[in-house]
């Protein structure tokens, strides 16, 4: 397990994003040179569930809503009740010429809101060399980092993920 301790921290947010098909968006980051799901920092104005949708959107074009995940209805009269994501990572980031820290990455489930389920994703260029949806099989012939596909493994594994899914 790598320890975080003495490092910055940075929290951003990754969307995946699940069609009906059984099939996951995912960008080719040109930075990284591996598939990954959408993703980035969380600016000061908004909040993880925002920042994930507005990733999904800039990387790939394809408006997304979040899979309701908020857990029990709380009668809250002025905080917000967030989505929780399906999972939260600590990774290491070691880019030049950044010194070291770490992106606290908030994962969440999302879906293509209704007009765009079928859109074909067009891909920010400056960031993201190809936009594509994927079944199971496709992502296991893919170049990307362990833990990605260790997370995409889980995501097309686990039935009550797929259940969260507007049927039709």
């Keep these: ?23 996951v968006l995912l960008v080719h980051h040109r930075k990284l040179g591996s598939w990954v799901y959408p993703g980035g920092h969380v600016k000061w104005y908004e909040t993880p569930d925002e920042a994930a949708v507005r990733e999904v959107f800039e990387e790939t074009g394809i408006r997304a809503r979040l899979l309701d995940t908020r857990g029990p209805s709380l009668a809250l009269d002025e905080d917000e009740l967030l989505n929780l994501p399906y999972v939260i990572l600590s990774e290491r980031i070691e880019f030049s010429p950044e010194p070291t820290h770490y992106h606290i990455d908030l994962v969440y489930l999302c879906r293509p809101v209704p007009e765009d389920e079928h859109k074909v994703p067009v891909h920010s260029p400056s960031e993201v060399r190809e936009a594509k949806f994927f079944g199971a099989a496709e992502v296991e012939v893919l170049d990307m980092m362990g833990d990605v596909r260790q997370i995409l493994r889980c995501v097309f594994d686990d039935a009550s993920v797929w259940s969260l899914l507007p049927r039709g």
Excluded: I
Aim: net charge positive; no cysteine; charged share 25%.
């Design 1 to 23: 397990m790598k320890k975080a301790n003495g490092f910055p921290k940075q929290f951003v947010a990754s969307g995946l994003l699940l069609r009906s098909d059984r099939t």
